[in-house]
């Protein structure tokens, strides 16, 4: 892949596109494997979930049933966001001692953690190391997007904002990818084992990209301040009621789309069995569904920058939640209940788009925030946002319990994105503006 760019202004620039410098393209690549590595971790229980509680549960003395399988699922969903919400340490440990350092730190933990939930012999147990891979995956996105939004030039930082949070979602892909072609051959123990490879590998690749220079230039002005200076800051005037508006956004993403897609291969697994298929055709179709989500998001994720451009960061999020909406309700509130997994995979595409609304945030958040405390606002918002969160996806895992059923608890989560769209105001809009110094 090739990484242009072009100069605003300049005649010569439409045909003679010129390279981001090595420096840029580094931090590109190092935010880009950071972010995807963190798509591959999070994705991994929601395709093993029922074949890893149904060995799980019974050591815990419950019976792995369906509604059981659910229940405990929503609660283990429910603890990774708990861990998620305690990354924003992240965000103060990158303004204070390096952008760098925070996102290698972020990298080895969710690598460990994820690989080590495969030796679990409890439910417990697999949620307490969940609960730690969450607190190093939750740093992730708020050091690779504020990183790469203070390396990359002005004028093309919206486009490689897009690209970047797309690649979760090719994480999403390989994992699923790598599940549906050795899935029945590695079992649940072995995905979670080659969660934690890839992460370590980047960590190595993180070595060589650069600290920002907008964040060397601060040291001094950094070196005076107290470490918890920026958490103040950011939940003071003027920029108290900003940080307020872009949690409420986040809880509502989180809530949604936790519900919406992380369920998507729970829901597939249910509807082949309840077909008479075998276990090889489930896991299989698991898979596809998981993949057909993760590649409509990424089709989001490349159109969100052109989206924002054009109708700006607050048009994008309520067109993105708007999709998700009717994503939700087609797929839980029709075709589950239909049984029909053919009408389920047609609203998957929907889900998938929609799910794109996290990446307004990469281009939007490090926009409303100057350099001091960009890293500390970016964390704060998108881990706190799971802590919230964290209590509306416990609702939702009681109601699965209490109905027996996906369809009318992920069904009400549509609700929560219209909600959303009138909340949108909250946040302030950035579009045209450069990035605060």
């Not at 049933?65 to 340490?89: D, K, M, R």
């Not at 607050?314 to 797929?331: C, K, S, T």
Request: net charge neutral; glycine share 12%.
């Amino acid at each position: 892949m090739t990484i242009n760019e072009q100069t605003p202004h300049d005649t010569t620039a439409d045909t003679a596109p010129t390279r981001l410098t090595k420096p840029q393209r580094r931090a590109f690549w190092g935010s880009f494997g950071g972010w995807a590595m963190d798509g591959f971790s999070w994705t991994i229980p929601g395709l093993v979930l029922a074949p890893t509680l149904t060995q799980l549960l019974p050591a815990a003395g419950v019976e792995a049933t369906p509604e059981n399988i659910g229940w405990y699922g929503q609660i283990g969903a429910a603890v990774f966001l708990l861990g998620w919400g305690c990354a924003f340490i992240w965000g103060p440990i990158a303004d204070r001692f390096g952008r760098k350092p925070a996102m290698m730190g972020s990298i080895i933990m969710y690598g460990v953690f994820t690989a080590l939930a495969g030796i679990a012999t409890n439910v417990w147990e697999w949620n307490a190391y969940r609960f730690l891979a969450a607190v190093g995956v939750g740093g992730e996105w708020a050091m690779a997007g504020t990183l790469l939004s203070e390396v990359i030039p002005e004028r093309v930082r919206e486009r490689f904002g897009g690209l970047m949070h797309s690649a979760a979602y090719f994480g999403v892909l390989a994992i699923s990818a790598v599940y549906l072609l050795f899935g029945p051959e590695l079992g649940w123990r072995g995905m979670f084992f080659i969660g934690g490879i890839p992460a370590l590998a980047v960590f190595l690749m993180r070595r060589t990209t650069p600290e920002p220079e907008r964040w060397q230039e601060d040291a001094s002005e950094r070196e005076a301040r107290s470490f918890w200076q920026p958490v103040v800051e950011v939940l003071s005037p003027p920029y108290r009621a900003r940080t307020i508006g872009n949690l409420l956004l986040l809880v509502v993403c989180v809530i949604g789309l936790w519900a919406g897609s992380t369920y998507v291969p729970t829901a597939m697994t249910n509807l082949s069995d309840d077909a008479g298929n075998g276990h090889d055709t489930t896991v299989h179709l698991a898979s596809l569904s998981s993949m057909t989500v993760a590649a409509f998001t990424i089709l989001g994720c490349f159109a969100v920058p052109r989206l924002a451009g054009h109708i700006g960061r607050r048009g994008a999020l309520v067109a993105l939640f708007g999709l998700m909406a009717v994503g939700i309700i087609g797929a839980y509130g029709i075709a589950y209940p239909l049984h029909s997994i053919g009408l389920t995979f047609a609203f998957l595409p929907v889900l998938g788009l929609g799910g794109a609304s996290f990446a307004v945030f990469t281009i939007w958040l490090p926009e409303q925030y100057p350099t001091r405390m960009r890293a500390t606002a970016f964390a704060f918002t998108t881990t706190f946002s799971r802590w919230v969160a964290a209590a509306g996806t416990f609702l939702i895992g009681y109601g699965i319990h209490s109905t027996g059923s996906l369809t009318l608890p992920l069904s009400l989560t549509a609700v929560v994105f219209v909600f959303g769209m009138g909340l949108v105001r909250l946040a302030p809009e950035t579009r045209g503006k450069s990035l605060p110094a």
